[in-house]
């Protein structure tokens, strides 16, 4: 799959880096949707099939660990990437058990933030989204 094929929800309760990841996103044809914490996130997903999800880590309401651990409870295997300031304090181990396909340090340039997805989704199959 491309990016351009590709539907990302973006979670971060930070307006200006949603819509900034929003604009970037849909720029390379990617469709995307965004929530401001997990909970909204978890709501996005009720209605919505996504490839990828891209995640802050520390988030109000819900944070992105707390979402994470509810989506694979509830069977979702989407790839995320997640965003931490500064060194996340969950293990190397503990990322890949949940699902963390890829964890990055904020702030990251908007085009390193494209070539991070695109491989993401590169193994994503076209034909359909994940679960």
């Known amino acids: 799959m491309t990016l351009?094929?590709?539907t990302i929800l973006v979670v971060d309760d930070e307006p200006i880096l949603r819509l900034t990841f929003s604009l970037v996103l849909k720029q390379t044809g990617a469709t995307v949707h965004v929530a401001e914490d997990g909970i909204n996130a978890l709501?996005?997903?009720?209605?919505?099939?996504?490839?990828?999800?891209?995640?802050d880590k520390q988030m109000p309401q819900m944070d992105g660990i707390a979402m994470i651990r509810t989506l694979?409870?509830?069977?979702?295997t989407a790839p995320v990437v997640l965003f931490v300031n500064?060194?996340?304090?969950?293990?190397?181990?503990?990322?890949d058990r949940l699902g963390v396909t890829e964890t990055?340090?904020?702030?990251?340039?908007?085009?390193?933030?494209v070539k991070i997805?695109?491989?993401?989704?590169?193994?994503?199959?076209?034909?359909?989204?994940?679960p």
């Open 43 to 55: 709501d996005v997903l009720e209605r919505e099939r996504v490839d990828v999800i891209l995640s």
């Open 117 to 130: 997805l695109a491989r993401v989704v590169e193994p994503i199959p076209a034909s359909g989204k994940q």
């Open 104 to 113: 990055v340090t904020k702030p990251l340039h908007p085009a390193e933030l």
């Open 72 to 76: 694979r409870e509830r069977g979702n």
């Open 4 to 6: 351009a094929e590709s």
């Open 86 to 95: 500064g060194v996340a304090s969950e293990s190397p181990a503990e990322m």
